[in-house]
Nanobody, 123 residues
Framework: QLQASGGGLVQSGGSLRLSCAAS????????IGWFRQAPGKGREGVSC????????YYADSVKGRFTISRDDVKKTVYLQMSSLKPEDTAVYYC??????????????????WGQGTLVTVSS
Protein backbone atom coordinates (compact mmCIF):
# COMPACT_ATOMS: atom_id res chain seq x y z
CA GLN A 1 0.00 0.00 0.00
CA LEU A 2 1.18 3.52 -0.84
CA GLN A 3 -0.12 6.57 1.02
CA ALA A 4 0.59 9.98 -0.52
CA SER A 5 0.30 13.23 1.37
CA GLY A 6 1.43 16.84 1.33
CA GLY A 7 -0.63 18.33 -1.46
CA GLY A 8 -2.44 21.62 -1.12
CA LEU A 9 -2.93 25.11 -2.48
CA VAL A 10 0.14 27.26 -3.03
CA GLN A 11 0.88 30.47 -4.88
CA SER A 12 3.03 30.54 -7.97
CA GLY A 13 6.68 30.50 -6.95
CA GLY A 14 5.97 28.66 -3.73
CA SER A 15 7.06 25.26 -2.47
CA LEU A 16 5.51 22.03 -1.28
CA ARG A 17 6.89 18.68 -0.17
CA LEU A 18 5.01 15.53 -1.02
CA SER A 19 5.50 12.31 0.92
CA CYS A 20 4.59 8.76 0.05
CA ALA A 21 4.71 6.08 2.73
CA ALA A 22 4.86 2.44 1.73
CA SER A 23 3.60 -0.48 3.77
CA UNK A 24 3.09 -4.18 3.29
CA UNK A 25 6.09 -4.82 1.05
CA UNK A 26 9.82 -4.23 0.86
CA UNK A 27 10.22 -0.87 -0.78
CA UNK A 28 13.95 -1.34 -1.20
CA UNK A 29 13.42 -3.88 -3.99
CA UNK A 30 12.04 -1.30 -6.41
CA UNK A 31 12.36 2.09 -7.99
CA ILE A 32 9.71 4.48 -6.75
CA GLY A 33 8.46 7.74 -8.14
CA TRP A 34 5.87 10.38 -8.71
CA PHE A 35 3.42 10.83 -11.53
CA ARG A 36 0.84 13.49 -12.14
CA GLN A 37 -2.34 13.97 -14.10
CA ALA A 38 -3.72 17.40 -14.84
CA PRO A 39 -7.35 17.94 -15.79
CA GLY A 40 -7.93 16.82 -19.35
CA LYS A 41 -4.40 15.51 -19.78
CA GLY A 42 -2.69 12.16 -19.68
CA ARG A 43 -0.51 10.82 -16.92
CA GLU A 44 3.05 12.09 -16.81
CA GLY A 45 6.06 10.58 -15.08
CA VAL A 46 7.39 13.49 -13.03
CA SER A 47 10.33 12.04 -11.13
CA CYS A 48 11.55 8.60 -10.16
CA UNK A 49 14.42 7.25 -8.09
CA UNK A 50 16.05 3.90 -8.68
CA UNK A 51 16.40 1.04 -6.29
CA UNK A 52 19.18 2.05 -3.93
CA UNK A 53 18.81 5.71 -4.83
CA UNK A 54 21.72 5.90 -7.24
CA UNK A 55 19.71 7.06 -10.22
CA UNK A 56 17.09 9.74 -10.62
CA TYR A 57 14.83 10.73 -13.49
CA TYR A 58 13.13 14.07 -13.91
CA ALA A 59 10.72 15.18 -16.58
CA ASP A 60 12.08 18.14 -18.52
CA SER A 61 9.25 20.30 -17.21
CA VAL A 62 10.44 19.96 -13.58
CA LYS A 63 14.22 19.73 -13.90
CA GLY A 64 15.94 22.18 -11.58
CA ARG A 65 12.78 22.76 -9.56
CA PHE A 66 11.85 19.35 -8.09
CA THR A 67 14.02 17.00 -6.05
CA ILE A 68 13.18 13.39 -5.28
CA SER A 69 14.60 11.42 -2.38
CA ARG A 70 13.92 8.11 -0.69
CA ASP A 71 14.38 6.77 2.82
CA ASP A 72 14.14 2.99 2.75
CA VAL A 73 14.33 2.74 6.54
CA LYS A 74 11.23 4.91 6.85
CA LYS A 75 9.83 3.35 3.65
CA THR A 76 9.04 6.80 2.36
CA VAL A 77 9.75 8.77 -0.80
CA TYR A 78 9.66 12.54 -0.94
CA LEU A 79 9.20 15.08 -3.70
CA GLN A 80 10.40 18.56 -2.85
CA MET A 81 8.76 20.97 -5.26
CA SER A 82 10.02 24.54 -5.56
CA SER A 83 9.34 27.46 -7.89
CA LEU A 84 5.92 26.02 -8.53
CA LYS A 85 3.99 27.14 -11.59
CA PRO A 86 0.28 27.03 -12.39
CA GLU A 87 1.01 24.33 -14.95
CA ASP A 88 2.19 22.08 -12.10
CA THR A 89 -1.42 21.88 -10.94
CA ALA A 90 -2.43 18.21 -10.98
CA VAL A 91 -3.20 15.18 -8.90
CA TYR A 92 0.13 13.64 -7.92
CA TYR A 93 0.45 9.90 -7.48
CA CYS A 94 3.29 7.80 -6.16
CA UNK A 95 3.97 4.44 -7.72
CA UNK A 96 6.44 1.61 -7.49
CA UNK A 97 7.26 -1.80 -8.89
CA UNK A 98 8.16 -3.89 -10.75
CA UNK A 99 11.23 -2.03 -12.00
CA UNK A 100 14.52 -1.27 -10.31
CA UNK A 101 15.36 1.46 -12.83
CA UNK A 102 14.15 5.03 -12.35
CA UNK A 103 13.83 5.56 -16.10
CA UNK A 104 11.81 2.41 -16.67
CA UNK A 105 9.43 3.27 -13.88
CA UNK A 106 8.81 6.83 -15.00
CA UNK A 107 8.47 5.94 -18.66
CA UNK A 108 6.46 2.73 -18.35
CA UNK A 109 4.48 3.31 -15.15
CA UNK A 110 4.29 1.36 -11.94
CA UNK A 111 2.54 -1.75 -10.68
CA UNK A 112 1.46 -0.36 -7.32
CA TRP A 113 -0.18 3.05 -7.01
CA GLY A 114 -1.09 5.40 -4.20
CA GLN A 115 -4.38 7.26 -4.00
CA GLY A 116 -3.15 10.66 -5.20
CA THR A 117 -2.81 14.06 -3.61
CA LEU A 118 -3.99 17.29 -5.24
CA VAL A 119 -1.55 20.12 -5.84
CA THR A 120 -3.05 23.44 -6.91
CA VAL A 121 -0.81 26.34 -7.88
CA SER A 122 -2.52 29.69 -8.18
CA SER A 123 -1.20 32.46 -10.41
Amino acid sequence: QLQASGGGLVQSGGSLRLSCAASGFTLGYYAIGWFRQAPGKGREGVSCVSRGGGGTYYADSVKGRFTISRDDVKKTVYLQMSSLKPEDTAVYYCATGPFASDVNLCVRGGKYWGQGTLVTVSS
